[in-house]
């Protein structure tokens, strides 16, 4: 009986094996981020793109291509001529993918490296064209605008291989070595030129300062004469007699003095004499 059933066991083993080979051959799984387009001997590329899971095929007749849709960045480098023929170097980064609806034609016309074929030629295409619309300075100033410019002519463009641009933007840009030494050579002016007005500015400031000065002595000054024009002898004799005072507490307080003649003149102490 053992034996029997081991011929039996023999005998279905061959096509158990040939039919677990052909289901597994006849199952492909698409993973997340991914889409599937189904080429078929007989009818060609289908038109529409499998999801993720699993998912059934006619081994040797189907074949799933795998294409990853999930959102990829890549970076763009070029050098080019300004307005003004000056050398610039940019690099400008995309995040882009595949239009999913459109999967079946970016397969037909371009591939799997969809992205390698079209995204070097139309990124330096579009670069070459806007960058040669704006002066050296311009392109600094003006990074906003002329990275917008940029985003618009990319996003046509890659719509026309059914490709989707998610984001658009300079990441690097620099100037040739005579451009740059010109610039550094405009800032010194810049720097030279708001030195020498502060120095201008400070010389009017101190001959205004000098102005006032004199105003204010000459002033003064008249002062002192109508003072004197009007106190006459009186004023005279006041300056006298504070003089007088200072030199008496000078010579008081010297250890060398001990008798002031009250009729001393040169000491101005006889106020009343001429």
Do not use: C
């Amino acid at each position: 009986m053992s034996a029997g059933l081991l011929n039996i066991a023999s005998k279905l083993a061959v096509p158990a094996f040939i039919g677990v080979s052909v289901l597994q051959a006849s199952l492909y799984d698409v993973p997340g981020g991914y889409r599937a387009v189904m080429f078929d001997r007989f009818s060609g590329v289908s038109d529409v793109a499998t999801g993720e899971g699993t998912h059934f095929l006619i081994p040797w007749l189907q074949r799933a291509i795998l294409y990853d849709v999930r959102i990829k960045p890549r970076n763009i480098t070029t050098t080019t001529g300004s307005k003004d023929l000056q050398m610039v170097s940019i690099t400008l980064r995309l995040l882009s993918r595949p239009d999913v609806d459109k999967l079946s034609t970016v397969y037909q016309n371009l591939g799997q490296d969809y992205d390698e074929r079209v995204l070097p030629s139309i990124g330096n295409e579009v670069l070459k064209a806007i960058v040669a619309q704006f002066n050296a300075s311009q392109l600094i100033e003006e990074r906003e605008i002329v990275s917008a410019r940029i985003r618009a002519d990319l996003l046509k463009r890659a719509k026309e291989f059914n490709i989707k641009l998610e984001d658009v933007s300079i990441t690097h840009m620099t100037f040739g070595k005579e451009f740059t030494t010109a610039v550094e050579q405009k800032q010194i002016a810049q720097q030279d030129a708001e030195r020498a007005k502060f120095i201008v500015e400070m010389a009017e400031h101190e001959r205004q300062a000098n102005v006032i000065r004199a105003e204010g002595e000459a002033e003064a000054a008249t002062t002192i004469g109508r003072a004197l024009d009007k106190a006459g002898e009186a004023f005279v004799t006041l300056r006298r007699i504070e003089t007088a005072r200072e030199v008496a507490t000078t010579l008081a307080g010297s250890r060398n003095v001990t008798y002031l003649p009250a009729s001393s003149g040169n000491m101005l102490l006889n106020v009343g004499g001429a």
